[in-house]
């Protein structure tokens, strides 16, 4: 648990010990999130995904139809 | 999240912008994002784009998981973030229950709606104290 206090801005810092954890660097946007605490996710970086996607787009199998299908087909075998 | 919705998102518009496999589709994507507009996801489009994932392009639950949150934390998208939230850790974690069970059982929680019945054996294993096999 880390305690940090707001300026008359309105602005906090970040523990250094958790923008290492988190690999957040200066710059990079956060989002906060209210739901009924005050809640702080790295923004996701969409590019970051696709790399890590790429692999799995060679994997695509001959299963034509959609998502729902394939499941049904898989779990019920129809 | 204050904004307006500018509309709503498909399971495939979803897809081509997580996988950047249909370049042409993925660059109206990206082109149609580009400003701050916000667009309502509904819960049947990422439930379907998780069973797309996991079962026609063969990809691990971890990485699944990485892929929805990267979705439903993003400010530009609208969606049953708390329901997902909660579910995706349980989804990672049981692979022998699909992302349907799993939601069905959050359902029920969140619902105050326990035990949720079922004929589902490994449903039942995977949550032994929400669920009750029906014999």
Known sequence: MYQTKITSQGTISLPIALRKKYNLTPGEVVTVEDNGRITLYKTPDLSELRAHNKSYVRNRTSESGDGFSAHVKEKYGT | ?135
């Not at chain 2, 498909?10 to 994507?29: E, F, Q, S, W, Y």
């Not at chain 2, 994002?33 to 916000?38: E, I, S």
């Not at chain 2, 784009?49 to 993003?74: C, D, H, S, W």
């Open chain 2, 1 to 135: 999240m204050a904004h307006k919705s500018q509309g709503s998102l498909d399971t495939n518009v979803i897809l081509r912008l997580l996988l950047d496999d249909v370049p042409v589709h993925t660059k109206i994507v990206d082109k149609l994002l580009t400003n701050t507009a916000v667009y309502e996801i509904a819960d049947m489009a990422l439930v379907e784009v998780i069973f797309v994932l996991e079962k026609i392009y063969t990809m691990p639950r971890a990485l699944i998981t990485e892929n929805i949150l990267g979705i439903i934390r993003n400010t530009q998208f609208n969606c049953n973030r708390k329901l997902f939230e909660r579910v995706l850790p349980n989804y990672a974690a049981n692979t022998n229950v699909s992302i349907a069970d799993c939601l069905l059982v959050e359902y029920a929680r969140l619902q105050k709606a326990l035990p949720l019945h079922t004929f589902d054996v490994a449903l039942t294993k995977s949550y032994p104290a929400d669920t009750v096999l029906l014999t």
